[in-house]
Nanobody
Framework: QVQLVESGGGSVQVGGSLRLSCVAS????????MGWFRQAAGKEREGVAF???????RYADSVKGRFTVSKDNAKNTLYLEMNSLSPEDTAMYYC????????????????WGQGTQVTVSS
């Protein structure tokens, strides 16, 4: 059974930084595609950053240059380093995993964590 547990969310001021972590069960980080999604109040869930099984990454245009996704296979952990945060980044952030890469839409990822809240205030 795949389990994903996020942490690292919190409240930060505009321009600040946060680092999210997602600990995965067993060997998931090294063998699955993993990614971060977010969902702001009243909005649809959107893909933020992804890392494929080969280590290649992709980002939403809105976070390019500010967010960095990485993983530590030995720790079975996925990270999201978020810099230059703005109020538009306020959302619940979810870690997700999929055995294969198809697309960045939420329905392509069968496994999800419970989410961690990020709030950016001015």
């Amino acid at each position: 059974q795949v389990q994903l547990v996020e942490s690292g969310g919190g409240s930060v001021q505009v321009g600040g930084s946060l680092r999210l972590s997602c600990v995965a069960s067993r060997y998931i980080a090294s063998t699955y595609c993993m990614g971060w999604f977010r969902q702001a109040a009243g909005k649809e869930r959107e893909g933020v950053a992804f890392i494929k099984r080969d280590g290649s990454t992709r980002y939403a245009d809105s976070v390019k240059g500010r967010f960095t996704v990485s993983k530590d296979n030995a720790k079975n952990t996925l990270y999201l380093e978020m810099n230059s945060l703005s109020p538009e980044d306020t959302a619940m952030y979810y870690c997700a995993a999929a055995p294969y890469w198809y697309t960045s839409v939420p329905t392509a990822f069968p496994y999800w964590g419970q989410g961690t809240q990020v709030t950016v205030s001015s």
